[in-house]
């Protein structure tokens, strides 16, 4: 009998009984042939059937061999845990195995995977390879964000460091303003009316400029603003052109401030030491322009260059501002550091409204403004107070980087302080420290004595504005932390040119003596504000 020759499949054929014929059909996975038993005699059935299953047996050969369990070698697979560099090991299995014995058609894919806590689950149904080397531990993300936030922060201080640069330049030449344009004290202490002008506006256009722009332009914005000015004041021109630079000046100083106190305010690592820091770089900036601005006063003719060296670090502080931010917005900043924006609660609402109508805000930032001005009030007319009462020499100058110094100092130095007693009692104690210090300037007729008082002020006072944004935090609205800083600082900066001017109004009155009693009365008023500032936060974070 010739029986019908088997074409080549995939798998394997089978054989069922017919219980209606009696017979028994043949039939291959594809369905190529089929074979009926009752055309055949009884013993050719048989004959059939050992056929099929030699070439079944056949067809087996030709297959792949399965992989059996005790033969898989298991491959490590690293696992990211998040609570460390090292990363969790797991082994897994990816292997088809037979459901049963492998003489059986019928199988199923299995992928196992042992997780960190012996677990066994299924992974996938495809046979996949570990390449060699996949348990390297994966990329260090909080180094990243540690070296990303150092950078940004280093960014932060440059800025502020040229700030306090710019204020430390007014005092030592305060006299050679005098002599050049041949006005008295009230006229000179115009450029301090148009500076309060640009930093008033500065604290309101803020808020706008940063919904508008974002971060990192703004930041960039500023300092090039501040650049032009310097380039109308190199010249030494006419006394209104110089007015109007100083104008340009406290607007751009404003916004400068705002963006960087508002930055360092809204983080969550670090915050208080950071601000130390921060307004540290200010008060270092502040201790060595008077240095060199004494040096360039005491020449009648080139004394406005030292306006270059100004303009210089300025342009390098925008290039650092642009290449480090890339004018990115302060969510994308401070994503990069892994850290979140309290900001974005608030987004859909009306921050400027909502500032506004915080009595808290304005408490916080009338402090601001009074401590600015005494800080900037002391830098300034110190110089010229020596110099008519004291009797001091062309190097009186000087004493101005020695207040200068003391307030960097005090402002990194006196951290742990603060944190030991608590920054709230420890601001009162600075005041009061502070208002018995310019006594001894006030009634004292030594030189030497009141230098060495200035510097103790500086010192004193140091801390004080770190400690006013750093209580801002626990009791603002975490939504408006960033605008309200922003307009804290920039009233601060406001500040800084308002009580200057008054104390010039008062010296071409009543003489420049009266400059130790007006800095007692302001110190005063700041120990009643800070009373008055609530302890902690009575709204919802």
């Not at 930055?263 to 307004?279: D, E, F, I």
């Not at 609402?349 to 916080?364: C, E, G, P, T, Y």
């Amino acid at each position: 009998m010739s029986v019908p020759d088997v074409p080549e499949q995939t798998t394997a054929p089978t054989a069922k009984h017919d219980s209606t014929g009696g017979g028994v059909s043949v039939t291959s996975a594809s369905g190529i042939f089929a074979a009926d038993a009752s055309n055949l005699n009884a013993p050719n059935a048989a004959d059939v059937l050992d056929t099929l299953k030699e070439a079944r047996i056949r067809h087996r050969s030709e297959l792949q061999p399965q992989a059996h369990a005790e033969d898989i070698e298991l491959a490590p697979i690293g696992l990211p845990t998040g609570k460390g560099d090292e990363p969790a090991v797991s082994t897994a299995i990816h292997a088809s195995l037979a459901g049963g014995d492998l003489e059986r058609g019928g199988g199923s894919n299995t992928s196992l995977g042992q997780t960190p806590s012996g677990r066994t689950v299924n992974r996938s149904s495809s046979v996949r390879t570990v390449p060699e080397g996949a348990e390297t531990a994966p990329e260090n993300f909080e180094a990243i964000h540690r070296r990303k936030s150092l950078i940004h922060f280093a960014a932060l201080c440059g800025s502020l460091f040229v700030n306090g640069w710019n204020d430390g330049t007014t005092g030592p030449m305060l006299p050679r303003i005098q002599e050049k344009y041949g006005v008295g004290f009230a006229i000179v202490s115009l450029i301090f009316v148009f500076g309060a002008t640009g930093f008033l506006s500065g604290a309101f256009i803020n808020v706008f400029l940063t919904d508008r722009f974002g971060f990192g332009k703004v930041l960039v914005l500023g300092s090039l603003c501040q650049i032009g000015a310097y380039a109308m004041l190199v010249p030494a021109g006419p006394f209104p052109l110089m007015c109007f630079a100083y104008l340009v000046i406290g607007f751009t100083l404003a916004i400068q401030a705002a963006q960087a106190t508002g930055y360092v305010a809204s983080l969550k690592k670090n915050s208080n030491t950071k601000m130390g820091y921060l307004h540290g770089s200010y008060g270092l900036g502040a201790l060595l322009s008077p240095l060199v601005a004494t040096e360039f006063s005491k020449s009648p003719k080139y004394w406005s260059f030292h306006f270059i060296i100004s303009a210089g670090l300025y342009v390098a502080n925008t290039g650092v501002l642009w290449h480090v931010f890339r004018g990115r917005r302060q969510e994308e900043v401070m994503d990069e550091e892994g850290e979140t924006n309290a900001d974005a609660d608030g987004v859909n609402s009306n921050k400027f409204r909502q500032m506004i109508a915080n009595k808290d805000v304005h408490f916080l930032s009338f402090f601001a403004l009074i401590y600015v001005g005494i800080e900037v009030t002391m830098g300034g007319w110190s110089v010229t107070y020596i110099l008519e009462k004291r009797h001091g020499s062309s190097n009186s100058g000087y004493i101005s980087s020695g207040f200068f110094g003391g307030l960097m100092l005090g402002r990194i130095l006196l951290l742990w302080f603060n944190k030991k007693v608590g920054e709230r009692r420890a601001l009162f104690l600075y005041a009061a420290l502070v208002i018995g210090l310019e006594v001894t300037v006030w009634v004292v007729s030594s030189l030497i004595e009141n230098a060495v008082a200035v510097a103790f002020v500086g010192l004193l006072l140091g801390p004080m504005f770190p400690i006013l944004m750093n209580h801002s935090t626990t009791i603002l609205p975490r939504w408006l932390l960033t605008a309200c800083a922003g307009y804290i600082a920039g009233a601060g900066q406001a500040g800084s040119a308002v009580l200057p001017f008054i104390t010039g109004l008062l010296a071409s009155k009543f003489g420049i003596t009266t400059l130790p009693p007006f800095v007692v009365s302001m110190m005063s008023t700041l120990l009643v504000l800070w009373a008055l500032i609530p302890r902690a936060r009575y709204v919802p974070t």
